[in-house]
């Protein structure tokens, strides 16, 4: 559980009211000309809900709690940033989010929702921003003082790139050991917790990642009360992501199912009666292990999250492990995160590459659409700077890069479809149909 406190830290100057209205209406979009819309104040929301449970309805609450008009949500698919499959599909997810109160769902692309945090964040920021009508930016936090975590982003300006840094890599420090060691260096009276903590972590990236783009966001922290990132009971009738995945892959499914809203708990019982979750490793292990073994050192060295001869390592490991944990374990060092292992592992299996991210994401593909869902889109179809997809035929529209990157999104749904207790058909991104909260309200059980 989270409780909201909003700030403005590294975006003084971006005065921010009682309805959230920033004050400088009329400022033209970056791509030279359109407007931002000021018909629609909306709070975005990044999150890959996996599953959505009730710390996630708690969090989208705060979110309508800021003032704003609608909350949209950018919410990763089958993939999710720490380099694993999701332990649900995307759409009984979505669905969840729309019961609980989201207005619309967007999904974040497979190169940027399996990536680094700065990647994921910067990706999803982006898309937010595309919009065109939100203006202010809700996430959570362990901390939840922005001008603490602004503080964090101000530090590690400086770090990045110093000798500081430059020495602990050289050391074999991982990327995040290097960052902290800078810091502490640089600023050894500073509050550097933040740059431990998971959420806290993600939530540095976004403020990086809205500075970086000049998004119009005002940023709202909203504080963990109750179950931590990776706590393994329940507090308070609260529970972790982490803790839910783990009961659902032990298979104590009503035990996990008691950790979720009452109306999650409803959608996610019918998915996993037809076998279309949760997804098991047991039924990935041996696809990824023989297409990595299909592969050479410069294949996987093309992969995002792969340097360092990492690649090398990695074919190595694949050789001998007999299945996935085996195989991250050998691979893992103190300069390789087991988060990098496993994206990168699964990068590999997925024909991801680090040229699909040079830019950001190319288009605005929603998937859930909530009671003020279309306001939001007319609002953005004034205001968007980026093609908005809700079939897929809009898709066959756009450009090379667009369809590139929708055509990973298609053949990664179809290998997910593969680990899930009952094999789902080819295709099924392409036929999936746009998810609508009136439609879930009205369904019989």
Known sequence: MRESRSGTGLFRGRKFTGHGRRQCAGRHAADGGRERCERMRAAGVIAEFNPFHKGHAYLLEQARRTGAD?????????????????????????????????????????????????????????LLGALGCVDRLVFGSETGDVEKLSDCVRMLGEADGSGAFADALAAGCSFPRARQHAVHTLFPQADTTPLSRPNDTLALAYLQACARQEAPFAPVAVRRLFAGHDMEGEQEGFASAARVRALLAAGREEKALGCVPEAAATLYRRVLADGAAPYRAIYAERAVLARLRCLDAAAIARVPDVSE?????????????GGLEQLYAAAKSKRYTLARIRRAVWGAFLGLSRSHTAAMPPYLRVVGLGPRGREILRCAGHA?????????????????????????????????????????PSGMLQRTELIRSQTLQSRPE
Do not use: K
């Open 70 to 126: 609608a909350v949209a949500v950018v919410m990763s698919g089958c993939f999710t940033q720490r380099g694993e499959p999701a332990c649900m599909p995307p759409a009984p997810r979505c669905a969840a989010a729309l019961q609980a109160g989201a207005d619309l769902v967007i999904e974040l692309p497979l190169p940027w929702a399996m990536a680094a945090a700065d990647t994921f964040a910067a990706g999803a920021v982006s």
């Open 309 to 321: 001869g990492l690649e090398n390592r990695l074919l190595a490991a694949v050789r001998h492990a």
């Open 384 to 424: 968007a700077r980026l093609p908005i997809v809700t079939r897929h035929a809009d898709v066959m529209g756009l450009g090379t890069f667009a369809r590139h990157i929708y055509a990973l999104e298609c053949r990664a749904t179809d290998l997910y479809g593969l680990f899930l207790p009952r094999v789902q």
